[in-house]
């Protein structure tokens, strides 16, 4: 079974430019988180959609972030404009409905804004 | 969210068994206790979780006390894989059922 897939894996970006992450989950995945983890730190969730629906994105900055999940599979967060405390890892996780729903993280992307 | 107290980091040794501790004492009576573990420069990866009783998986077991105010995760035979850092989780049943990290214990294995 193919697991959590990420791109890219490593990113550089200048303050203020954008920058966009992709997921694609666990085939038959309803369920896609994306978190940020900030270096030392456990990771914090930004958002969780069910299918393609947002079910929270309570700690979603949403003045410079930005999520979609398009026809309930593949997703896309998005940073406009970067700020220096934006550098983080971004990791993409997917989970199924039933059962003990244990999420499955993919690789994240290391994002370094100069 | 509930929240849970591990310590920041502990020690052991390849092939002896590891006892790692949460506390958890405002564990709701509908919280599940997870555990996940994060290999360096990976994602987290789902270790094992339960609600009452004790549970064993392949890769470790949970104990959960008879208050469940407290758990520990049982490594039965360390190796130089398992350093790691270890997070405990409560998980509610209702609304989002959101994972949320604390700092997690940083585990290591001297060979």
């Known amino acids: 079974e193919a697991g959590v897939a990420q791109s890219p894996r490593y990113k550089i970006i200048e303050k203020r430019q954008s920058v966009a992450f992709w997921c694609n989950p666990i085939?038959?995945?309803?369920?896609l988180y994306w978190y940020q983890q900030i270096l030392g730190q456990g990771p914090k969730l930004l958002i969780q959609?069910?299918?393609?629906?947002?079910?929270?994105d309570s700690q979603l900055p949403k003045d410079r972030f930005s999520a979609e999940r398009l026809k309930g599979v593949d997703s896309t967060l998005k940073i406009q404009p970067a700020k220096l405390e934006d550098s983080a890892v971004y990791l993409c996780?997917?989970?199924?409905?039933?059962?003990?729903?244990?999420?499955?993280f993919g690789p994240g992307t290391r994002l370094t804004v100069t | 969210d509930a929240k849970t107290t591990q310590p920041n980091s502990m020690e052991s040794n390849e092939e002896e068994p590891v006892h790692l501790p949460c506390n958890h004492s405002t564990i709701s009576g509908t919280d599940y206790i997870h555990w996940y573990r994060q290999l360096p420069s990976q994602g987290p990866e789902y270790v094992i979780h339960?609600?009452?009783s004790n549970v064993n998986n392949r890769m470790a077991s949970l104990a959960i006390a008879e208050d469940r105010k407290s758990s520990t995760l049982i490594l039965h035979r360390a190796t130089l894989r398992d350093a790691a850092v270890y997070y405990c989780?409560?998980?509610?049943?209702?609304?989002?059922?959101?994972?949320?990290f604390g700092q997690g214990t940083r585990l290591t294995i001297n060979p």
């Open positions: 996780a997917s989970s199924s409905i039933g059962g003990a729903r244990e999420q499955y």
């Open positions: 085939s038959g995945h309803a369920t």
């Open positions: 989780i409560l998980r509610g049943i209702q609304g989002a059922q959101k994972l949320v």
């Open positions: 959609f069910q299918n393609n629906g947002v079910v929270d």
């Open positions: 339960g609600l009452t």
